[in-house]
């Protein structure tokens, strides 16, 4: 078999997809890491090459046929892109969907690939027209045959979507590799065809950057879980409760979160303690196994959520005993941003809420070097970028620090209501 080339000066691959290409498409597995990947014929070769950094070998590796068949079927449509979007206006128009998809469903589809075609990737791809099709040819077909309304508004809505992908009447022959693609793909088709939902409802911005490592105030902290009481269905809740009280309860990262089953968190005469064990910082540093006090505010509602998780079960995933995958790890924050019903009230994430806890123990005097390894930090310059955020000392208070006479009050003066009917100085 000749190795296909592509030539680096051209942008597009020269060849298109054929009908073959398509048919061999068609016939592989669902689960993708059964597949042989181009990476495993060429650590096949370099383990012998005399030259691994600067192998001059490149057409004695044989790439995998699907491989290059999925690259010429992601190929634009043409180099040109007003002339893509003319080819991919006639494939649509002859778009009727299988035996499983109605004429009505169709028709939606073709109208919904029609008008998102600015939303990919420029110029257009075959594969981009196909996907899109068949998606939401699939969701509307489901939507027509439920009785519901076949308008925009309704099959692309939130809830629509989330039922079609994980309800009991839904899309229940998709893998989960095909039902997380599908997600993505109706993410992408509302905001194009719909508008960002937090624009249209509460007039907010989708989360940059800032938002995303923003601490929480003590009052967005009490909004928080208040709103997250009213979330529905139950999983939804179990999952962003435990999210809210392990992050804000005892600074866990994202990648401690999936791993912590209920019999990790213990309760004694001296608080609610979590358990994390060893792990490695995002540099690949390792950072060592801890036992995490939980703050006084959040111990209660940390334990409460413990008790009511059988002992071997995660608490990312309440109804399971196998630990969380990726799939399951995404579950929790995509249950906060599709739930229109019930936006959050602040944005938050696994990241502001540990900020969040930092900023609590700054501001109460924990010592640098106890919450350094509370925190699992391998430094304390971490913290640097949440000093700005602390809560100023008044003059007799800063005093006292500086003199280590006594113990200071804590930094906030006004009392606040928590959740729970408690008030906190």
Not at 138 to 146: F, I, K, Q, R, S
Not at 258 to 274: C, E, F, K, P, S
Request: aromatic share 6%.
């Amino acid at each position: 078999m000749s190795t296909p080339r592509i030539v680096r000066s051209d942008p597009c691959p020269p060849v298109q997809a054929t009908a073959e290409d398509l048919e061999l498409l068609a016939s592989l597995p669902d689960d993708p890491r059964v597949l042989d990947w181009p990476s495993m014929a060429w650590n096949e070769h370099l383990t012998t090459c005399e030259q691994p950094r600067r192998c001059p070998h490149h057409d004695d590796v044989v790439l995998p046929a699907w491989w290059w068949a999925r690259m010429r079927s992601f190929a634009p449509l043409d180099a040109n892109p007003e002339k893509a979007v003319e080819i991919a206006m006639l494939r649509i128009n002859k778009f009727k969907g299988g035996k499983h998809v109605s004429a009505e469903g169709a028709a939606f589809a073709r109208d919904a690939a029609r008008d998102a075609l600015p939303a990919a990737q420029q110029p257009v791809s075959l594969e981009w027209v196909k996907q899109t099709l068949a998606c939401v040819a699939g969701l509307a077909t489901w939507v027509h045959n439920e009785g519901e309304p076949l308008t925009r508004e309704h099959v692309l809505n939130a809830n629509t979507r989330l039922r079609y992908l994980e309800g009991p009447e839904g899309a229940t022959t998709l893998s989960k590799y095909s039902r997380r693609n599908y997600r993505l793909r109706f993410d992408k088709l509302a905001v194009a065809l719909l508008g960002s939902q937090r624009e249209v409802i509460k007039g907010r911005k989708p989360m940059g950057q800032p938002d995303v490592l923003m601490p929480l105030t003590r009052t967005q902290e009490a909004d928080l879980w208040v709103w997250s009481q009213g979330l529905r269905p139950i999983t939804t809740r179990q999952r962003v409760q435990a999210l809210i009280a392990t992050g804000l309860g005892t600074g866990t990262r994202r990648r401690d979160f999936h791993r912590i089953r209920a019999w990790d968190v213990t309760r004694d005469a001296d608080g609610v303690h979590l358990s994390l064990a060893e792990s490695t910082s995002t540099g690949s540093a390792i950072v060592p196994a801890r036992v995490v006090t939980c703050s006084a505010q959040w111990e209660d509602r940390l334990w409460a959520i413990v008790e009511s998780t059988p002992p071997s079960h995660y608490l990312a995933a309440p109804w399971k005993d196998t630990e969380p995958n990726r799939a399951d790890q995404d579950a929790v924050l995509r249950a906060v941003l599709l739930n229109e019903a019930a936006l959050p009230p602040v944005h938050f994430s696994s990241e502001s809420l540990r900020n969040t806890w930092f900023l609590r123990h700054l501001e109460a005097g924990t010592p640098i070097s106890l919450l350094k390894t509370q925190g699992g930090l391998l430094t304390a310059s971490a913290l640097d970028k949440l000093l700005p955020f602390a809560a100023p000392l008044d003059a007799q208070d800063a005093a006292a620090r500086m003199r280590c006479t006594t113990t200071a009050t804590t930094a906030t003066t006004a009392t606040t209501t928590v959740p729970g009917g408690q008030a906190e100085d």
